[in-house]
């Protein structure tokens, strides 16, 4: 019999970790980053009540909780049998939809612009919401801040609280608007709007004017040809909220479109033996390790992945920004990781429109905002967070207690996607063993674009997610490590 | 002093919850109108919500040091600690929050933030409960901030 004896080193854990391997040339065999997995979810959600869940997944994580708290109300309303009434839908696409504009803005100004808007070659103290301020001024910020603010604001005049909603229920929500929340709504999306639009001419002269970062976008370490995946509505256009799940090919054509609920008959999660993490691919392309191309079942979600997995933008701003994204880039599908930044900031100004229409809907304030659950059975529930398709899926006894709990959230769907554009950034620096400047910018940049969370003890102190880098040679021997702290 | 105690955690992670045990453990012991006494689960621009307004403010939360065992209780000041990231990368560390709102001009930041944090153990396992050890580190905890309200 033979024995196959896993080597320490190449099973991954621990967390803020890349782990790159070296050939006996001294080139990049491979690259892994390491994120922590949280364990025992499903155990702990046995026995719960079901409606509890959308608060219990608020929870799980810090970065999208508005997200897992409507896929968990989406899950109930198909586990208890019950449509909401066409309110309740409007409700909680609005407020989706302030979660959408706050999320996107704290991304662009916090974490992902600062690469582009301060440099990627700035010192790392520098590219950070502090150093965007040194460029583009006081006024900016006090924009940026007031504008992620008026986000919050709407999902808690929906939610009933900020953050964590408490709104979401089967068959409906528990609140309904007033005519004053209305105005006060109507006031903050119109001003969001203007702000999204300022956004992107600020990304135009920025970015897209400067050669050397339209340079560095269109770059093959950055390029990577992947399947793509987003919820779509029945014109095929995006929406965060509802609709089918669609997959588009690296030439831009329909591969599938299929209903949430079946997702396990067209979405598989590979274990590999050196990680904890799982990956998901398309069961009718199937797994090929970690490559891109037509015949690896590899997707990617989020911003880009839905821009490219849908045939446009349900509202006239976005859809004019969508055309000019892909006219601009070459075309559909765009496989440049670094579009993902652009293709979020199309969508902020859409969760504007969107927003728009929403409010000034004249059934908006309609009281009928729930209707009557009926007997519980097996529900799967799935939104677009801010960073890709989420899906929850419950199983219920007839006391409506959870059975069985399942999840793959956003960050997980694009698993294998982010260790190929990890490994590549990192091939892109270091040859014949020599490490270039630059190598944790160019390669945090890279999964950074993405937007990933990496599980969610959000708040442990000292709030430090070191980024460390080891370099193995080919004996597996630690060559050299970086860290930023 | 206009003063907030706000206990911050994970209530499903296990020990991440532990400044929720104390903000629970704290409530029965003291009534003091003056001051407010709150929790959240959630990092640097929202908790910089939170505490602006208030003069002094009494952050508890969990700390993981890799030369700690878990259940020590400690007194830190913000400026303690050092760091580019937050913990969580969809957000800014609560001194980068800071730092931000001076630049901004904002005028109505606490002029004084103490941390008490509770070195922990299990944070990546899904559980209400707290380890035995973290579990004993509660009323320590409690006893150093009343102890830290004596003096506002």
């Not at chain 1, 709504?185 to 339209?214: E, G, P």
């Not at chain 1, 990680?275 to 691919?281: D, F």
């Not at chain 1, 793959?408 to 400047?437: E, F, H, L």
């Not at chain 1, 990496?454 to 630690?478: D, E, R, S, W």
Request: charged share 25%; aromatic share 8%; with cysteine.
């Amino acid at each position: 019999m033979k024995t196959i004896t896993i080597d320490p080193i190449t099973r991954l854990e621990g967390h803020g970790k890349i782990t790159i391997f070296l050939n006996e040339q001294g080139d990049v065999e491979n690259a892994y980053l390491q994120i922590p997995e949280l364990r025992g979810f499903e155990k702990f959600s046995e026995g719960r009540r079901a409606e509890d869940m959308p608060q219990i997944t608020s929870r799980i994580c810090g970065v999208c909780p508005v997200a897992h708290h409507f896929a968990a109300t989406k899950a109930l309303d198909a586990a208890f049998h019950v449509d909401p009434p066409a309110n309740a839908k409007k409700l909680r696409e609005l407020l989706y939809c302030g979660y959408i504009i706050y999320d996107h803005i704290l991304h662009f100004y916090f974490l992902g612009g600062p690469d582009f808007v301060v440099g990627p070659e700035a010192p790392a103290a520098k590219r950070n919401i502090l150093g965007v301020i040194e460029k583009t001024g006081v006024d900016v910020a006090k924009d940026v801040i007031k504008h992620r603010a008026y986000g919050q604001r709407i999902t808690a005049i929906l939610g009933g609280k900020a953050t964590h909603p408490v709104c979401g229920l089967p068959g409906g929500v528990s609140k309904g608007l007033s005519k004053d929340e209305v105005k006060e709504i109507k006031d903050m999306v119109a001003s969001c709007n203007t702000f999204a639009k300022f956004t992107l001419n600020l990304f135009d002269d920025i970015v897209l004017k400067n050669k050397a970062y339209v340079d560095m976008i269109r770059s093959d370490p950055y390029i990577l040809k992947t399947y793509n995946m987003g919820l779509v509505d029945k014109h095929n256009k995006v929406n965060f909220y509802d609709g089918l799940i669609r997959v588009t090919d690296q030439e831009g054509n329909q591969l599938e479109k299929f209903e949430g609920k079946d997702y396990t008959k067209h979405i598989a999660e590979r274990v590999e033996e050196w990680s904890y993490m799982k990956y998901p691919y398309l069961k009718s392309i199937g797994w090929q390790g970690l490559s891109d191309g037509k015949k690896s079942g590899i997707y990617r979600v989020g911003p880009l992945g839905r821009l490219n997995a849908s045939d446009g933008m349900a509202t006239p701003q976005a859809e004019k920004e969508y055309k000019r994204m892909f006219d601009t880039l070459g075309g559909k599908p765009v496989n440049s990781t670094l579009a993902f930044h652009w293709a979020r900031l199309i969508e902020l100004l859409y969760a504007t429109e969107r927003a728009k229409e929403l409010i000034e809907d004249a059934d908006i304030t309609s009281t009928h905002i729930r209707n009557p659950v009926g007997t519980p059975g097996e529900g799967i529930g799935v939104v677009e967070a801010a960073r890709g398709t989420l899906i929850h899926h419950y199983h219920l006894d007839k006391n409506g207690l959870i059975v069985k709990a399942n999840m793959i959230v956003a960050t997980t769907n694009n698993a294998g996607a982010i260790t190929m554009s990890v490994r590549d950034a990192a091939k892109g620096v270091i040859k014949k063993g020599q490490v270039n400047d630059g190598l944790l910018n160019k390669v945090e940049m890279a999964f950074r674009a993405y937007d990933p969370c990496f599980g969610c003890a959000t708040h442990t102190l000292p709030g430090g997610l070191p980024m460390t880098v080891n370099i193995y040679n080919h004996q597996k021997k630690l060559y050299r490590t970086f860290s930023q702290p | 002093m206009k003063t907030i105690v706000l206990g911050i955690g994970n209530p499903i992670l296990q020990d991440d919850g532990v400044g929720l045990h104390v903000i629970d453990a704290l409530r029965q012991r003291m009534n003091n109108p003056m001051v407010t006494i709150e929790t959240a689960s959630t990092g640097g621009m929202n908790l910089l919500d939170m505490i602006r307004g208030y003069e002094k403010v009494i952050l508890i939360d969990a700390v993981k040091q890799n030369d700690s065992k878990p259940g020590e209780v400690k007194r830190f000041l913000l400026s303690d600690f050092h760091t580019v990231h937050s913990s969580n990368p969809h957000d800014v560390s609560l001194s980068e929050a800071l730092h931000l709102a001076k630049q901004l001009g904002e005028k109505h930041l606490p002029s004084k933030i103490i941390l008490i944090g509770i070195t922990v153990n299990n944070i990546y396992e899904f559980g209400e409960h707290l380890s035995s050890e973290v579990a004993s580190a509660v009323p320590t905890a409690v006893a150093l901030v009343l102890e830290e309200l004596k003096n506002t």
